[in-house]
């Protein structure tokens, strides 16, 4: 491959455990269960090789600020020593760029030793949290199906203070339609995040999501999201950021995201796994073993060669890879044919629209007269003042 956009994050499996059993997880009840084979944390040679790859890829590239995501299973789990050395010894092999760290975590041992370490290294924090208690306790229990609301709620004292506020960069929330998506958001918002991710299930056509299972020309889903876009459109003032209704109004006026969810845009982060292994979107567990494996490791491996690989070319190019019905399609500009994991299939693997394809084409259809109907609006209140 001659062109490619070369890679400016990664999503480092730091921890391959988690101290919650989420029934919805891709990394433990997906179809891919390798995990079990990887070690439990990455090594500290590990780290130091990664950091080495970071600075060989920034130096060819000539990029300037990359992005290192500390991700599990739960990257807390590895305790304040752990993480201070990891984001040393990247620190210590990279030079002459700008690095930014962020940790995604289900907050429950975000402990005030660990906040205040992000605070002072200015490492952003995602939380993983699906809305008030009912809603989260959907999914989000222990192994002995116990609660972990009260612990999260408890980050959540943290990372809505004026210290936290600088780090928190807000939540990511799994749609359930059995949660009310307007209880939903407005618990969410009552911590005033910067940014809120609602995800889609990870379901695809063979693990048809929860209310489409009998017609995929059903919209449960642009229906609750439609719902809390009503509610956070018409806030003022607009304090909250929401990616997914973001995303669509910028893809529609022609401006370029950064989301693999929309657009056509080629991917520019890879996941490591703690053995160093290289990978693929690490989502892609939901649909066959090994879906993510690209035969490579940062040890036998530069970050330049992945981009050889035919299942890294099918997400830079994306166009090319999408179904016929896609490429076809009105919308495929903003939508992108669907996140890659919901395209998914046994037979057509991942040349099919969406799983939700009926969802996306609302949301996006309702969201685009919203904004037309809006903009209008305001050019006749400037013609006529
Ligand atoms: S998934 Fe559906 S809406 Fe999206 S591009 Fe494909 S056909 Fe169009």
Redesign the pocket.
């Known amino acids: 491959m001659n062109h490619f956009t070369p890679l400016r994050s990664l999503v480092c499996k730091v921890i391959s455990r988690c101290n919650i059993n989420c029934d919805y997880c891709y990394m433990y009840h997906g179809n891919d269960q390798s995990w079990q084979q990887q070690p439990l944390k990455m090594a500290e040679e590990t780290i130091k090789q990664l950091g080495k790859r970071i600075n060989e890829h920034t130096q060819n590239h000539q990029i300037s600020e990359f992005s290192v995501i500390m991700h599990g299973g739960e990257p807390l789990l590895g305790g304040l020593e752990y993480l201070e050395s990891f984001q040393r010894i990247i620190s210590q092999n990279v030079t002459e760029i700008e690095l930014k760290f962020g940790i995604q975590t289900n907050g429950i041992l975000l402990s005030k030793e660990i906040f205040d370490f992000c605070v002072n290294n200015n490492i952003s924090i995602g939380l993983s949290m699906d809305g008030y208690k009912e809603a989260n306790d959907q999914h989000r229990l222990d192994y002995q199906g116990r609660s972990s609301f009260e612990k999260v709620e408890k980050a959540l004292e943290l990372l809505n203070s004026d210290q936290g506020k600088k780090i928190w960069s807000g939540f990511l929330c799994v749609i359930d339609l059995h949660n009310d998506p307007q209880k939903v958001y407005s618990y969410l918002s009552e911590y005033s995040p910067r940014f809120i991710d609602f995800l889609l299930p990870l379901n695809h056509h063979n693990l048809r999501p929860f209310g489409k299972e009998k017609s995929l020309d059903v919209t449960p889903y642009a229906d609750w999201l439609l719902k809390v876009f009503d509610m956070w459109y018409h806030q003022k003032p607009q304090t909250i950021r929401i990616r997914k209704f973001e995303d669509i109004v910028s893809l529609f006026l022609g401006l370029q995201v950064k989301s693999e969810e929309w657009g056509l845009n080629p991917i520019d982060f890879a996941v490591i796994e703690t053995n160093g292994d290289i990978e693929a979107v690490d989502t892609l567990k939901v649909t066959y073993p090994e879906a993510t494996k690209l035969g490579m490791n940062i040890f036998t491996h530069s970050f330049d060669d992945i981009f050889c690989s035919s299942k890294v070319i099918e997400r830079q190019e994306k166009w090319k890879y999408?179904?016929t019905?896609?490429?076809?399609?009105?919308?495929?500009k903003?939508?992108?044919?669907?996140y890659l994991p919901h395209?998914y299939s046994q037979e057509n693997q991942f040349q099919?629209?969406?799983v939700?394809?009926?969802d996306?084409?609302k949301i996006?259809t309702t969201i685009r007269q919203e904004v037309i109907k809006n903009l209008e609006a305001t050019k006749h209140r400037h013609l006529v003042s």
């Open positions: 999408l179904s019905a896609c490429q076809e399609c009105k919308l495929v903003v939508c992108g044919g669907g395209r099919n629209p969406s939700y394809c009926s996306l084409k996006i």
